[in-house]
Nanobody, 124 residues
């Protein structure tokens, strides 16, 4: 199983970035796919989860209305469109996969598979 995250970079506040997570070795269509992020000195933070059971999306409070998650089934890829970026969005972003649902969606320890992370830096 491999999750390959990409698309990070340096962007000015108010700008946009799209992260990608290419999945191989498992059927991402039957797993919950999620994004987490971790800033230096802080705990890993839930960003968004896209569930396999209900096909719903759940966003963390700090990104609601600015970030959008989507899946390309044919490409086995999950995307995170990030708009109106803020300096506080600066972090390493990780994609994750797992058989997760309900209150566990935001708990990073519940996910079995992780990508290597991609750095997002937002300058003011």
């Amino acid at each position: 199983v491999q999750l390959q995250a990409s698309g990070g970079g340096l962007v000015l506040a108010g700008g946009s970035l799209t992260l990608s997570c290419a999945v191989s070795g498992l059927n991402s269509n039957i797993y919950t796919m999620a994004w987490f992020r971790q800033a230096p000195g802080k705990e890993r933070e839930f960003v968004v989860a896209s569930t396999y059971r209900t096909r719903k999306r759940y966003y963390g409070d700090s990104v609601t209305g600015r970030f959008t998650v989507s899946r390309d089934i044919d490409k086995s890829t999950v995307y995170l469109q990030m708009n109106n970026l803020k300096p506080e969005d600066t972090a390493v972003y990780y994609c994750a996969a797992g058989a997760v649902w309900g209150p566990n969606l935001s708990r990073w320890s519940r996910y079995d598979h992780w990508g290597q992370g991609t750095q997002v830096t937002v300058s003011s």
